[in-house]
């Protein structure tokens, strides 16, 4: 009888302990947001969007230049991960089980995990260095390889959710394979994928080790994707640790941008995969 | 519907060709990044060989690259964030796939995803000027008895190991919290009602799935540990960036990835750029080992570990 009240009472302790930690894991990430908003809101106004940074000592001013750099190199990442990863990750989920699919799945799998400071090295050695200048190319270059694996994984298992009749009812009326993939399966399963693309525009917008010496920075604007660019994080970077009253104030600024940012896609995601989660089952 | 094209055979020899020469991109991606860092590491490789890593001074003005500091730096802030990480990545796993009400389920996978989806940049902001002022208060209180002891000397900075570990810790979880999770959600529930049958309590039930899902879990573990391994932003700004190998929590020192942040864009000269390549080599080559065992672990628990939400894959990328 003793014995059984011990382990019941272990069983109790423990469900506590594992209550808990949940509720230690939420307190730094509320913590988080309570600075991210309580010192952004202060700091953030319309000139933050508008204005140009202004030279050190002048208080004022903003980060139009980043936001529009980051809003580029972006893109650029996008445009280069984007056909990337989906027509690789078409391959993994048409020839799913061949030993080509299972080394593409390995190859992203790996990627996904090479630290993003590896890959600024990586782009630093194949875009910068040979043309000896920093470009907003590289570091879009450097966001599209880190997005590559995020949309061929999101897209190969998307593919793989596709009723097998849909693609059936395709080919018996006389589709090739190609026909049916692009015209009956992709679509099928494009609202997950733009879902999932969005994410990962999401998280490789937050991303500065990639671009600290691959677009490097500016202080001025600048929309030539040759030229060394502005990004927000880096800014942010730059004025966390630097050591003045208002770029710190201007830091905080971004940052609750980046949140904010961050806070929207995952929103509206999780909108998408829940209205798609219904659609499933109903 | 679909009018017939002319070859069906071409069709589908084209359409493989098409997307299989995409995929061969990716690998040649992942291959490129190994000969890269190879081909601008050589100088380096050539002129110290093993000693790079056997030395402790770091000088670049006059030409000495030792990096034991920075290797040192990164396995010690590694393991201490996962020594803090993993019992409450653990214990979320184990609240949310086996006693969570289904309602609290989502919000609290939305959380811990969230958790992982704010920028690395973020974090350092916060630690910088939130974490590190409290670990400076925290060191200040330390009594002087445990000063003595070799893990807590050094004068209250604020900056340096334990600022690190902290911030590292906190970004970690999210990520082996998720994979121990799934892991767990594929554990057969005949295993659990197994354990009830023969009389259980709950917990004695969970260390049954617990114990089926072992090497997941060690493999959810490792993959966090790869994420801290290559954690950038967060950890430069809060590691007081000190080439000095100390078992003081206090003391600032430096890792692989910081290195590379501050010093990358201000290499003067070849043979100090192909040091830190050589270093960002390294690097790549240890999460990569880390990274292949832990799916290993992960793939072994059986294809049916494999995350059968498929969105659920998406967020798996530190925002670094």
Redesign the interface.
């Known amino acids: 009888m003793t014995r059984n009240h011990w382990r019941r009472a272990v069983s109790h302790v423990i469900i506590v302990l594992c209550g808990l930690s949940v509720v230690i894991a939420l307190i730094p990430l509320a913590l988080v947001l309570f600075y991210v908003v309580a010192q952004g809101i202060t700091s953030l106004n319309l000139s933050f969007f508008t204005e140009m940074p202004k030279p050190v000592g002048e208080v004022g001013g903003g980060m139009a230049n980043a936001i529009v750099g980051s809003i580029i190199v972006t893109l650029l990442g996008a445009m280069f991960a984007i056909p990337i990863g989906i027509m690789s990750g078409v391959y993994a989920a048409e020839y799913t089980g061949t030993r080509m699919a299972s080394a593409v799945r390995f190859a992203a799998d790996t990627l996904n995990g090479v630290p993003s400071i590896v890959i600024g090295v990586f782009i630093y050695s194949i875009a910068v260095l040979p043309v000896r200048r920093f470009s907003a190319l590289a570091g879009g270059l450097a966001l599209g390889v880190m997005m590559i694996p995020l949309i061929m994984r999101t897209t190969e298992e998307l593919l793989l959710l596709v009723p097998a009749t849909l693609r059936e009812g395709a080919l018996a009326l006389g589709a090739t394979r190609a026909r049916a993939v692009f015209t009956v399966v992709v679509p099928a399963a494009l609202p997950g994928i733009l879902t999932g693309i969005l994410l990962a525009l999401a998280r490789i917008a937050g991303e500065t080790a990639p671009l600290l010496f691959t677009a490097l920075n500016n202080r001025f604007f600048s929309t030539d994707v040759r030229q060394p660019i502005s990004t927000l994080t880096v800014q942010v970077f730059i004025y966390a640790t630097a050591p003045y009253r208002d770029w710190h104030r201007q830091a905080w600024a971004g940052a609750l941008v980046l949140v904010t940012m961050v806070l929207i896609c995952s929103l509206l995601a999780r909108v998408a995969t829940a209205r798609m989660e219904k659609l499933h089952r109903g | 519907?679909?009018s017939?094209?002319p070859n069906?055979r071409t069709?589908?020899v084209?359409?493989?060709a098409?997307?299989?020469?995409?995929?061969i991109?990716?690998?040649g991606?992942?291959a490129?990044?190994g000969l890269?860092?190879i081909?601008?590491s050589r100088l380096s490789i050539a002129q110290f060989g093993w000693s790079f890593w056997q030395t402790d001074v770091w000088d670049p003005v006059a030409g000495e690259f030792g990096a034991r500091p920075f290797i040192w730096g990164t396995l010690y802030s590694s393991v201490l964030a996962l020594l803090i990480s993993t019992?409450?990545?653990?214990?979320?796993a184990?609240?949310?796939s086996e006693?969570a009400p289904a309602s609290l389920k989502r919000p609290?996978v939305?959380?811990?995803?969230?958790?992982a989806?704010?920028?690395?940049?973020?974090?350092?902001?916060?630690g910088?000027?939130?974490l590190v002022p409290a670990v400076r208060q925290l060191q200040i209180a330390t009594p002087d008895w445990l000063r003595g002891v070799p893990l807590f000397s050094g004068p209250p900075l604020g900056v340096g190991m334990l600022s690190a570990a902290l911030i590292l810790a906190?970004m970690v979880?999210?990520f082996s919290?998720s994979v121990a999770r799934e892991v767990l959600k594929a554990v057969p529930q005949s295993q659990r009602e197994g354990a009830y049958a023969l009389g259980a309590?709950?917990?004695?039930a969970?260390r049954m799935a617990l114990f089926y899902a072992r090497t997941g879990i060690v493999g959810a573990i490792m993959?966090g540990f790869?994420r801290a391994?290559?954690?950038?932003?967060a950890v430069t700004?809060v590691i007081g960036n000190n080439p000095q190998i100390s078992a003081s929590l206090y003391a600032p020192q430096y890792t692989m990835?910081a290195v590379?942040?501050n010093e990358?864009?201000e290499a003067t000269n070849d043979l100090y750029l192909h040091a830190?390549?050589e270093i960002?080599m390294v690097?790549?080559i240890m999460?990569?080992i880390?990274?292949?065992i832990s799916?290993m672990f992960i793939w072994s628990m059986g294809r049916q570990t494999r995350?059968r939400?498929?969105?659920a894959?998406?967020?798996?990328?530190?925002?670094?």
């Open positions: 519907m679909f017939r094209s069906v069709d589908e084209l359409f493989r098409v997307t299989g020469a995409f995929a991109l990716l690998i991606i992942v490129a990044i890269a860092l081909s601008e019992p409450i990545a653990l214990g979320i184990i609240f949310i006693l609290l939305f959380l811990t995803e969230l958790l989806a704010i920028p690395s940049i973020v974090y350092g902001l916060w910088i000027f939130v906190i979880i999210p919290s309590t709950r917990w004695e969970i993959l790869g391994l290559g954690e950038t932003m700004m990835a590379l942040a990358f864009a830190l390549v960002g690097l790549f999460t990569l880390i990274n292949v799916r995350p939400r498929a969105l894959h998406a967020p798996a990328r530190s925002a670094a």
